[in-house]
């Protein structure tokens, strides 16, 4: 049905973005920069607390996004764009481990945005941003992902189970073990884990 004058089409930012893909996907050097400048940040937060190497960090935002550009035309839309993104950046993530020689280290002030409150608040904040990171990088791997997407990133079940390539009942088994393990982590925060 066409749109009245004065009518303004409903942008959803999952439409947005499969219009982005769809104009890099035809060689649009401009809707890939758009594209980059939004997942660059997320992305870099997800493979920093995946990888816990600050080298592979930048490495492995940039070649996901390279796949992103050289592979716009096999999006074919059976999932969201940030859960295709995320899964291509999920196999960078576990070849970089993989083929790194480095020691694995947390050093989350890289890639954390600083919030604006008082001093005392900052420091607390700190603090337990310090011990939970501490705590995340005990779980192993899989474990750490499902909360990291869930929490971090903001994605349902579904989506963590296509980036992860897993049945959603795993997630969700993931996310218990997690939990527990968090909570046994973190004695003094029982009431404020999810």
């Known amino acids: 049905m066409p749109l009245e004058r004065g009518q303004r089409a409903s942008v959803t930012p999952e439409t947005d973005e499969i219009r982005l893909i769809d104009r890099i996907a035809a060689g649009d050097k401009l809707a890939f920069e758009t594209l980059y400048r939004r997942y660059f940040p997320r992305l870099s937060r997800f493979l920093g607390r995946m990888t ?6 930048e490495e ?6 390279l796949v992103v550009w050289q592979k716009a035309a096999s999006f074919d839309g059976s999932c ?3 859960t295709w993104i995320f899964s291509i950046a999920y196999r960078k993530g576990l070849k970089g481990i993989k083929l790194s020689d480095e ?4 050093d989350a002030e890289l890639y954390m945005d600083p919030g604006e409150t008082g001093p005392e608040q900052e420091l607390n904040r700190r603090q337990l941003r310090r011990q939970v990171e501490h705590a995340l990088n005990q779980l192993p791997l899989a474990q ?12 349902a079940y579904g989506d963590i189970a296509d980036i992860l390539d897993c049945p959603v009942n795993t997630v969700k088994t993931r996310m218990f073990h997690a939990r527990h393990r968090l909570k046994d982590l973190l004695p003094n925060e029982k009431g404020h884990l999810p």
Request: charged residues 20%.
């Open 52 to 57: 816990r190497s600050a080298a592979l960090i």
């Open 60 to 65: 492995l935002t940039n070649d996901t996004m």
């Open 80 to 82: 969201k764009v940030s």
């Open 103 to 106: 020691p694995l280290e947390s």
């Open 144 to 155: 750490r992902l499902v909360m990291v997407l869930t929490y971090y990133h903001e994605m």
